[in-house]
C-alpha cells in the first residue's frame, strides 16, 4: 500500500451520512512516568445502527483504548472511512465525467472516552498492555506520520486462493491494519503484550494474477483507451446505491454476470487500475487469527 507526500482536500461532491470523527481531539502529551492502560476493542461494523446482525457474519470493526493512571482519563483511536464503506469500496460515476470518481479516503480518529457498553456488549473490551507515557508519546508521533500519509481505504484483500500460504496480491488497507500498525509500533517502543489470542476481519477476493490497466489518465483522459474505460465504467454501475428492490436484484445479476459468469472484477488501488481475473470461489470473508506482536523489552518499558 503505496504511501503519499500529503493528505488531499475532500472534494465537496463527498458527503458522509454520518460524520466522521464528531467529537475527535488531538492526541494528549502524557507525563513519561504515566503508566498507561491499553486495550483491545472490538465490535460488528454499523452496530448502532444494526446491532450484532454483521457480528455474526463476523463483519467486525476495530480500535484501540488507553486509560491513564496519572488522571484517570480514557481514550478512544480508531482508523476508519471518511465516507463511509460504501464509498471507499466503489466510486461514483458523475455526469459530464469520464473517469470515475472516489471518495475514498480514510484517517484516524482520537476522542476521549471509552464506550464500554459499545464495546463489550456484542464484542470485546479487553486489557492487552500496560506503556509508559513516554511509550504513548512516541507511539502518538508515528500515528500522525501514519494519518498524513497513508490516506486511501481500500476494502479488499486480493489473493491467489483460499490456502494460507497462497500468493496476496493486494492487501487491505482498513480499520485492523491500523491497529495491527499501532500494536507492532507499541512493540517496537517496548511494549510487552498479553498472551491472548486475536482475531480480525479479512473480505477477500480470490485472483488469478492480476493485469495492471493503467491510471486515471492514460485509461480516461483525452489519449485513454475509450474501450477500456466503457468497459471499467459499464462493470461500475451496477454497484451504485439503489432505489428499489427491483433496481437491486437487475444489478445483482450484472454483478454475478461480470464477476462469477465472466470472471472479471476492476480494482482500484493506490490510484490505478487493475483488471483481476476471477476464480472460485470468488470471495470469501474471514475471522482469523493475528497473533499480538513480540518486541524488544528497551529503556521504554514500565
Same mark, same amino acid.
Given at each position: 500500500?503505496?504511501? #503519499? =507526500? ?8 463527498? $458527503? ?25 476493542? $472490538? ?10 446482525? !454483521? ?6 470493526? *476495530? ?8 488522571? +484517570? ?19 461514483? !460515476?458523475?455526469?459530464?465525467? =469520464?473517469?470515475? #470518481? ?12 471509552? *464506550? =464500554? ?9 479487553? !486489557? ?41 496480491? #493486494? ?22 503484550? @498479553? ?28 489519449? +485513454?483507451? @475509450? ?12 454497484? @451504485? ?34 483488471? !483481476? ?26
Amino acid at each position: 500500500h503505496r504511501r #503519499f =507526500d500529503y493528505r488531499p482536500k475532500t472534494d465537496p461532491y463527498c $458527503q458522509a451520512r454520518y460524520t466522521f470523527c464528531p467529537t475527535g481531539s488531538a492526541i494528549p502529551v502524557m507525563k513519561e512516568e504515566d503508566v498507561i492502560e491499553v486495550y483491545r476493542l $472490538q465490535a460488528p461494523v454499523w452496530e448502532f445502527k444494526y446491532g450484532d446482525l !454483521l457480528g455474526h457474519l463476523k463483519i467486525m470493526h *476495530d480500535a484501540v483504548g488507553f486509560k491513564s493512571s496519572l488522571t +484517570g482519563k480514557n481514550y478512544t483511536m480508531e482508523w476508519y472511512e471518511l465516507f463511509q464503506l460504501g464509498n471507499c469500496t466503489f466510486p461514483h !460515476l458523475r455526469p459530464g465525467m =469520464d473517469a470515475p #470518481f472516489w471518495c475514498n479516503q480514510g484517517a484516524a480518529c482520537f476522542y476521549e472516552g471509552i *464506550d =464500554d457498553a459499545h464495546w463489550k456488549e456484542n464484542g470485546t473490551l479487553v !486489557l492487552v498492555t500496560t506503556i509508559s507515557g513516554l511509550m504513548f508519546n512516541e507511539m502518538a508521533k508515528w500515528v500522525k506520520y501514519d494519518n498524513e500519509t497513508g490516506i486511501y481505504y481500500e476494502t479488499w484483500t486480493v489473493q491467489a486462493s483460499p490456502d494460507k500460504q497462497s500468493v496476496v496480491w #493486494f492487501d487491505s488497507y482498513e480499520c485492523s491494519k491500523f491497529i495491527l500498525r499501532t500494536y507492532q509500533k507499541l512493540a517496537d517502543v517496548g511494549a510487552v503484550f @498479553k498472551k491472548i489470542q486475536t482475531n480480525y476481519t479479512s473480505i477477500i477476493l480470490f485472483s488469478g494474477e492480476p493485469v495492471y490497466l493503467g491510471n486515471e489518465t492514460s485509461i480516461f483522459g483525452p489519449q +485513454g483507451n @475509450k474501450t477500456l474505460a466503457a468497459a471499467i465504467r459499464d462493470f461500475y454501475y451496477p454497484f @451504485k446505491p439503489h432505489q428499489t428492490v427491483r433496481e437491486f436484484f437487475v444489478d445483482l445479476i450484472k454483478i454475478i454476470d461480470h464477476v462469477i459468469l465472466n470472471g472479471q472484477f476492476y480494482l482500484f488501488y493506490n490510484l490505478e487500475y487493475w483488471l !483481476l481475473p476471477m476464480k472460485f470461489p470468488y470471495l470469501k470473508i474471514i475471522y482469523e487469527e493475528v497473533p499480538l506482536p513480540t518486541g524488544n523489552k528497551t529503556s521504554f518499558g514500565v
